[in-house]
């Protein structure tokens, strides 16, 4: 043992592996609605913004590049789970919308969703979950 | 908006943005050493058990498969920091040791990380970031 503390206390690391043990579930839980966590995220943020999102916003909040954002919404909306509208603001702006059949596969989604993320955090209190989601969130986005 | 909570603040979201966060600026800062964040992780369990490591363990506990992770220690024995060496007690097993090059190494990558760390979670008070980490760790580590 070195006197450092050991790699299990980093918080780096433990950070991927929770991460990853939570990502994994719920990619499992998705698959058979044809959707991973990337194209649900983005999904989500339509679902939420249903008068309409740009892609750079979504490329902001789901942290991917642009370009991996035009193919997730791509995807989306070969399935019929989003569409690409002008911007009443500004016609040269196209917004991604949800379709109704966009939001009964999100509202299946999310409830699997919520399902991983209960069984993954049962143990915690929700106050301390509280505080939890409130540290993620400024390490998550820093500038907010 | 729905009606449910924001995607931004979903545990599973949260969790791979901030995880994301921290892994980006550990990578950039291993980078002079060469080092990655999973070789890193491989060197640092090497250095904590420095009588001898089996590659089982190092899987179990970094979370990859042992394919992957007999890439990384072929990939730090080639660059001398680890050596291989027959279990004592079992001289069918293989051990992973730390070379002394590979303790100066993991020292310097131990400062450069703990750094990153410290940055990201500067904002938070001690006390709340212990709760935090066993938040993670129970997560992380369910069945421990």
Chains 1, 2 share one sequence.
């Not at 991460?19 to 679902?47: F, K």
């Amino acid at each position: 043992m070195s006197s450092e503390r050991p790699l299990t206390d980093d918080l780096g690391f433990l950070l991927s592996r929770a991460s990853g043990a939570v990502a994994r579930s719920v990619s499992a839980a998705l698959g058979p609605l044809g959707l991973r966590v990337r194209s649900y995220s983005v999904l989500a943020l339509a679902v939420e913004h249903d008068t309409g999102v740009t892609q750079r916003s979504l490329a902001a909040v789901v942290g991917l590049d642009p370009s991996q954002v035009v193919a997730l919404v791509d995807e989306l909306q070969d399935r019929g789970l989003v569409e690409r509208a002008a911007d009443p603001n500004d016609r040269r702006n196209r917004l991604v919308r949800p379709t109704a059949e966009g939001r009964r596969v999100f509202a299946e989604a999310h409830r699997l969703v919520t399902e991983q993320d209960d069984r993954h955090f049962a143990q915690v209190p929700p106050e301390r979950l509280e505080a939890f989601r409130d540290v993620l969130r400024r390490v998550a986005f820093p500038g907010a």
